[in-house]
C-alpha cells in the first residue's frame, strides 16, 4: 500500500510591534471651539394683493379642467333658470378671469407708485410678494437685525430690531418661533483682534405684514419694499444667496 506523506506548512508570520515612550507620543489636543458673534435678522413680507395674468398654459388648463368635470357634475333642473334654458354658470370668461362682458372694472395691476417707481410704500408691486430691507451705517442693505443679548431668545432679538423701525404702525405677525435659515461667515484675522469674535452668525425670522402701511421710518436710514428680484440687485451675493430659497 501506497504512503502519502503529508508535510505541514509552517507559516512564519511576523509580528511587529510599535515602541512608544511618553517622551516621543504625540497628544492629540482637543481643538479651542470658535466664539460666535450671535445675530438675528426679521424677514418681514407683505404678500401679494392681487393675482397675475394666467399665462396661455393655465387657461388651457382651466378650461380642459372644467370640461373632463363636466360630464359627472350633476344638472340643475329647468325650472331654476329664468328663461327655462339651463345654461352652465360657469362660462369660459369666469375660468379665465375675463370680466370685460360684465359691469364689473377688476382692480389696475400698476400703481402710481410703480410708474413712480416708489419703493417706500406697501402700495407696489401688488401682484408680488415685497420685503423690508434698510441700509445701514455701513452703506449695505440688510434686513433689520441686532445682536443677541442675554435672557432673550433669538426670537425676541428679531422683533425688537424689527420693532425699532416699524414701531406700531404695522400689524405684525411672526411665522415660527425656529429661525426659517442662518448664515455664519468668519473674520479676518486683524477683526478678529477688534472685536475678540472669531466670525458672525446671523438667524433669520420670517414675519408678514397683517394690516397698515409703512412710508418712514424714525431713523436717518435708507429703507426700502423690494422684491426678491430687486434685492437680488442690491443685496450681497452672499448675504442673498442663504435667504433666496426661502422667499
Known amino acids: 500500500m501506497q504512503q502519502c506523506l503529508i508535510r505541514p506548512i509552517s507559516r512564519k508570520v511576523k509580528f511587529s510591534r510599535r515602541l512608544c515612550s511618553?517622551?516621543?507620543?504625540?497628544?492629540?489636543?482637543?481643538?479651542?471651539?470658535?466664539?460666535?458673534?450671535?445675530f438675528s435678522a426679521a424677514i418681514l413680507e407683505r404678500t401679494p394683493k392681487l393675482m397675475k395674468p394666467l399665462t396661455e398654459y393655465e387657461i388651457d388648463y382651466r378650461l380642459y379642467r372644467h370640461e373632463a368635470?363636466?360630464?359627472y357634475t350633476r344638472k340643475m333642473p329647468t325650472a331654476w333658470f329664468p328663461n327655462g334654458q339651463r345654461e352652465d354658470p360657469v362660462t369660459r370668461e369666469?375660468?379665465?378671469?375675463?370680466?370685460?362682458?360684465?359691469?364689473?372694472?377688476?382692480?389696475?395691476?400698476?400703481?402710481?407708485?410703480?410708474?413712480?417707481?416708489?419703493?417706500k410704500t406697501l402700495n407696489r408691486r401688488l401682484t408680488d410678494s415685497v420685503y423690508f430691507?434698510?441700509?445701514?451705517?455701513?452703506?449695505?442693505?440688510?434686513?433689520?437685525?441686532?445682536?443677541?443679548?442675554?435672557?432673550?431668545?433669538?426670537?425676541?432679538?428679531?422683533?425688537?430690531?424689527?420693532?425699532?423701525?416699524?414701531g406700531d404702525r404695522l400689524h405684525l405677525h411672526f411665522v415660527s418661533n425656529i429661525p426659517?435659515?442662518?448664515?455664519?461667515?468668519?473674520?479676518?484675522?486683524?477683526?478678529?483682534?477688534?472685536?475678540?469674535?472669531?466670525?458672525?452668525?446671523?438667524?433669520?425670522?420670517?414675519?408678514?405684514?397683517?394690516?397698515?402701511?409703512?412710508?418712514?421710518?424714525?431713523?436717518?436710514h435708507d429703507f426700502a419694499w423690494l422684491s426678491s428680484s430687486e434685492m437680488s440687485q442690491v443685496l450681497p451675493s452672499v448675504y442673498y444667496n442663504a435667504v433666496k430659497n426661502i422667499l
Not at 507620543?25 to 471651539?33: D, I, L, S
Not at 425676541?156 to 430690531?161: H, N, P
Open 22 to 38: 511618553s517622551s516621543n507620543t504625540v497628544v492629540n489636543q482637543v481643538e479651542k471651539p470658535k466664539q460666535w458673534q450671535l
Open 69 to 71: 368635470k363636466l360630464p
Open 94 to 119: 369666469v375660468l379665465i378671469g375675463d370680466f370685460s362682458r360684465r359691469n364689473f372694472t377688476p382692480a389696475p395691476l400698476e400703481t402710481d407708485a410703480d410708474r413712480s417707481n416708489n419703493s
Open 133 to 166: 430691507v434698510v441700509k445701514r451705517e455701513n452703506r449695505v442693505w440688510q434686513f433689520p437685525q441686532g445682536e443677541a443679548e442675554d435672557g432673550m431668545t433669538l426670537r425676541q432679538t428679531a422683533e425688537e430690531a424689527l420693532k425699532k423701525f416699524v
Open 180 to 220: 426659517a435659515c442662518h448664515i455664519e461667515r468668519e473674520f479676518s484675522p486683524q477683526v478678529k483682534q477688534q472685536r475678540n469674535w472669531d466670525g458672525a452668525k446671523i438667524f433669520f425670522y420670517r414675519a408678514l405684514v397683517v394690516e397698515g402701511n409703512l412710508e418712514e421710518i424714525p431713523f436717518d
